[in-house]
Every structure is written in structure tokens, then in C-alpha cells.
């Protein structure tokens, strides 16, 4: 199967859709939480239609389902290709202005509406690996959208490739585009027996031959402190202050392991994300993480211990600490299905790629998805510099991976 002779649309898509602000919003209870994801998946179900893909809708959680049909009578699992639609909410996504940078030659890239924002390859050594290729980036005042409209444009893409091309085998293959992934509830209100796949794959990944099929395991802990109030003439020997508490246990936290800053690789990390209090009660809220889920309750001990230290060195204090399950490494479902990624390395070797393990230190909707009964490895689009204005991805890059995607289905199908 060649593609040579195809016209790809996945970069001109790309540059519409990161046009359309979708970023998502963690204080917000609702589902989705920003309606605006919704303008850029209401864009997708009409091109989907147009495309072909009769059945292409969207529900009221934000969630775009859809099906491309088999071309092949015998009976094969139904693959899911999945991307999330929206934008993260640590940099602006609003009236982002992509930029195409034709044939890239290795020098830095200045962006023209922030001169103070320059891409370079000593801060992006996976651009040196690029030269040649087209590349596009934000104008400099707000991130790209690459993560995660890169896996949109591709999946659209393929789609687009696929219903024009009916010769090519393949089994009946799920479309699924989620919102709300950048705030860790991308697949809460997924159908999962309307969506009707076997297993999946998400078009979220890096550097091109990254193929993920491993990630953390998450908690989200919050210790609350409680001190005791007393009017500030008359406190001496009486008030406790609660965020004084707070205070020196966050001090005490290591500066050199066991925190992002300072871990990598396998190496898991407790991280203060958030803290708020005042005289009677404050409380810091952390992000745990760790590759092996059993290490996860011997950080959160770890927690208990220094917080246990900071109250007894204010006498009349008290400390809780809760602990809420976020997701769990998918590498615990997969390792029972090997053939999703097997198949998924016969399809980048069939793309001449040659496929590199890739462990994620983060979370994925393909996590959740996993356990939920769809195992879901990771598929690289080039998105590099995400949540930030440095954000870039190679246009080629996004065609490899819908390439691979191709050649993935046919795998699926035995052909």
C-alpha cells in the first residue's frame, strides 16, 4: 500500500481547527466543561459527513462518535482511533494564528507577534531530526493546539483517505473525539456500548516512532491542616495558624527527588499543584504518580510522615489527608493483550518506522479507556512543545502517523 500519490489534507485541516479555541476549563463542573469544544467537534461531524461517514455525530457531553465500515466480509475486532478537542488550560488558545514554516533549515524560529519567543534547537533538540520538513508553530502569543488537534487532523485525514480509497481491507473502524482531556475527564461520560469498539489507539504522542504503551499511575491527595483561631491581641499561648502549619510542611518537601524538578524516566514524584487556607484551616493539594500503582500509597505515607512532623511543631494542630484514584498505568490492561501493540509495531515497520517503546510520564484518555475495556496504547503525532507558545509540529510528521494508521487497520485485518 502506498500513499505517494494521495494529496494528504491533514496539515490544511490542522491549520483550520487550531483556529477554533477549545480550551477546557478544571474549575468548571460542567460536561464538557467550556461549550466552546463543542464549535470545533460540530466542524468535525459536518466534515465527516460530507466525507461520507454517514453515521457521525455528537451527543450533549461533547463527544464525536463515529464509523468508517468494513471493506472486508470476515470477521475482525473494530478498532477505535481517538484525539481529544481540547486545548490545555496552562497557555491561551484564543485566536491562535498557525504558522506554516516551508522546508525547515535548522535555524531558530522567531515568532513574528512575540520576538521574545523563539524556537530553537538547543531548547527543541527533536527539531535538529526535522530539517527539510514543514513546519507549523503559533504567531507567539498563544500555544498552538497541536496537542491534541494534531491527532484530529489526522484521524480526519485518514477518514478522508480511507472512504475515497474502498480497496483498501480493513475492518469496521470507530472514530471518537474527546473534550476535556487536558483536565483529566476526557472519557467520564464516554458510551462505551454505543462506541463498540474492541480495541483502540489515541493519536497524542511525540516524537515520530514513539509508540506508548505505558504511563502513570495517579492519585490526587489534599492534606488539609486545621489550626485554632483566637483574636490576634489576646493569641499568645492560644492561636494555632493553620496556614503557618501549611507553610512549613510544603517547606519541608524535598528539592532534589521525589518532585517533577528533579525526576525522570521511571522515577515517580509527589507535587504540590495548589494551596489555600486561612487561620483555622488550609490546605495543599497534590498530583502523585508513580509507573508501579503500588508505589503510589508508599509516597502518600511519605506525605503523612512530613505532615505528621509539621503539625507536632505547632502544638493544637491536626492534620487529614485524602486520597482520590485518577487513572491507573494501562501497561496493567495491555500486558493481557499483547497483540495491540504487536500489531501497532507491525504497522509502523510496514511505514518504515522503526518503533521505539516510549513510557509517558502523564496521563492519557487511552489510560482510562483501557480500563474501561477498550485497551488503548498511544501513537505519535510530532507534537513537541506543548501547553506552551513554543508549541510546533512537523507536517510530515502528521502524515507519517496517519500512514501508520492505515497499514494498522489492514494489520487488524489480517491483511
Known amino acids: 500500500m502506498s500513499l505517494s500519490n494521495y494529496q494528504h489534507t491533514v496539515a490544511e485541516r490542522f491549520m483550520r481547527y487550531v483556529q477554533i479555541d477549545t480550551q477546557s476549563d478544571p474549575n468548571s463542573p460542567s460536561q464538557p466543561s467550556t461549550e466552546k ?33 468494513a471493506t472486508i466480509n470476515d470477521q475482525v475486532p473494530t478498532i477505535c482511533y481517538c484525539a481529544h478537542v481540547d486545548t490545555a488550560p496552562d497557555c491561551s488558545g484564543k485566536d491562535v494564528k498557525p504558522i506554516l514554516h516551508k522546508n525547515y533549515d535548522g535555524s531558530d524560529i522567531i515568532l513574528p507577534d512575540d520576538n521574545s519567543i523563539i524556537i530553537s534547537t538547543k531548547r527543541h533538540p527533536y527539531l535538529t531530526q526535522r530539517i527539510g520538513d514543514d513546519i507549523i508553530t503559533a504567531s507567539g502569543t498563544t500555544l498552538l493546539g497541536a496537542d491534541d488537534k494534531a491527532g484530529v487532523a489526522i484521524i480526519m485525514d485518514l477518514a478522508n483517505y480511507l472512504i475515497q480509497h474502498p480497496e483498501v481491507p480493513h475492518g469496521a473502524i470507530k472514530i471518537l473525539f474527546t473534550p476535556d482531556e487536558e483536565v483529566g475527564r476526557g472519557v467520564n461520560a464516554v458510551d462505551m456500548k454505543k462506541l463498540g469498539a474492541d480495541f483502540g489507539y489515541t493519536l497524542d504522542g511525540g516524537e515520530r516512532g514513539h509508540l506508548e504503551g505505558e504511563n502513570f499511575s495517579a492519585d490526587a491527595a489534599i492534606v488539609t491542616f486545621r489550626g485554632v483561631s483566637a483574636h490576634p491581641g489576646y493569641a499568645k499561648g492560644k492561636m494555632v495558624n493553620a496556614m503557618k502549619v501549611a507553610s512549613t510542611f510544603v517547606a519541608e518537601l524535598p528539592l532534589h527527588e521525589w518532585c517533577p524538578e528533579s525526576t525522570a524516566g521511571k522515577e515517580g514524584f509527589v507535587h504540590p499543584v495548589a494551596m489555600e487556607g486561612e487561620l483555622e484551616q488550609a490546605k495543599v493539594t497534590f498530583i502523585v504518580r508513580d509507573f508501579d500503582t503500588a508505589m503510589l500509597e508508599k509516597h502518600e505515607n511519605r506525605l503523612r510522615e512530613y505532615a505528621a512532623a509539621a503539625v507536632a511543631a505547632f502544638p493544637g494542630s491536626s492534620y487529614e489527608l485524602q486520597v482520590k484514584e485518577q487513572y491507573r498505568n494501562m501497561k496493567e490492561v495491555l500486558v493481557h493483550h499483547p497483540q495491540v501493540m504487536a500489531n501497532a509495531e507491525e504497522a509502523y515497520k510496514r511505514a518504515s518506522i522503526n518503533p521505539e517503546s516510549i513510557s509517558i510520564r502523564g496521563g492519557t484518555d487511552g489510560s482510562r479507556l483501557s480500563f474501561m475495556g477498550m485497551p488503548c496504547p498511544n501513537i505519535f503525532t510530532g507534537e513537541m512543545g506543548i501547553h506552551s507558545k513554543q508549541e510546533y509540529v512537523s507536517v510530515q510528521d502528521m502524515e507519517k502517523a496517519m500512514e501508520i494508521c492505515v497499514h494498522l487497520a489492514q494489520v487488524w485485518a489480517g491483511k
Open 37 to 69: 469544544q463543542k464549535d470545533l467537534s460540530k466542524v468535525l461531524v459536518a466534515e465527516l459527513l460530507k466525507i461520507g461517514v454517514t453515521d457521525a455525530a455528537l451527543d450533549e457531553h461533547g463527544y464525536v462518535y463515529a464509523t468508517i465500515p
